[in-house]
């Protein structure tokens, strides 16, 4: 990954609390953050191909190992999934 190469050859320090690993996820969080009604929801689940941007996010990082090493989830927690999913 780009990023840990970049940390590697020059290693930052926790910037307003949080690790470089954890400002990765938050902006990717914040790169899909939206508010939408749930009516809106309904309409693009049935109507959209793509999915909710919150799914694209928590779906995507619930199944990751270093999300919960980044933010110290525990098993059992909302935002690990058992059994996580595998794709590649």
């Not at 690790?19 to 049935?46: H, I, K, S």
């Not at 999915?51 to 779906?59: E, M, T």
Request: positive net charge; proline residues 7%; glycine residues 6%.
């Amino acid at each position: 990954m780009a990023l840990l190469d970049v940390l590697a050859s020059s290693p930052e320090k926790d910037k307003d609390g949080f690790t470089p690993d954890q400002r990765f996820y938050l902006g990717y969080g914040q790169v899909w953050c939206q508010n939408m009604t749930p009516e809106a929801a309904r309409l693009q689940a049935l109507t959209n191909e793509h999915s909710n941007s919150r799914y694209r996010v928590n779906g995507v990082v619930s199944n990751d190992a270093s999300f919960a090493k980044a933010f110290g989830c525990k098993p059992g927690s909302p935002m690990i999934r058992k059994p996580a999913c595998r794709v590649w």
